[in-house]
């Protein structure tokens, strides 16, 4: 088992992660990275915020193995605009 550190970088504020957690491989990595970010980016879809939120993810050389990133766009349309002739 590996220690990994999964830092969040959301919008300016980055929160490392100090503690780590032991994980089995890169798989177990890449499954608690995607878990993490979609859990913070449903946060801020239910607050309007439509911001990135990314996980870096650290192994305990401190390398960085792993990259998430979630991101949301909104885009509105007028329906009046999209009929012929308007």
Same mark, same amino acid.
């Given at each position: &088992? +590996?220690?990994?550190?999964?830092?969040?970088? *959301? %919008?300016? &504020?980055?929160?490392?992660?100090?503690? %780590?957690?032991?994980? *089995? %491989?890169?798989?177990? /990595?890449?499954?608690? @990275? #995607?878990?993490?970010?979609?859990?913070?980016?449903?946060?801020?879809?239910?607050?309007?915020?439509?911001? @990135?939120? +990314?996980?870096?993810?650290? *192994?305990?050389?401190?390398?960085?193995?792993? +990259? /998430? #990133? /979630?991101?949301?766009?909104?885009?509105?349309?007028?329906?009046?605009?999209?009929?012929? %002739?308007?």
């Amino acid at each position: &088992m +590996t220690r990994f550190h999964f830092d969040v970088r *959301d %919008g300016p &504020m980055f929160a490392p992660d100090e503690e %780590g957690t032991e994980l *089995d %491989g890169l798989d177990a /990595v890449k499954h608690e @990275a #995607t878990e993490a970010a979609l859990e913070i980016g449903r946060d801020r879809l239910a607050r309007g915020d439509p911001r @990135a939120v +990314t996980i870096e993810v650290r *192994d305990e050389y401190h390398q960085q193995v792993l +990259t /998430v #990133t /979630v991101s949301l766009e909104i885009n509105r349309v007028d329906p009046q605009s999209q009929q012929p %002739g308007a």
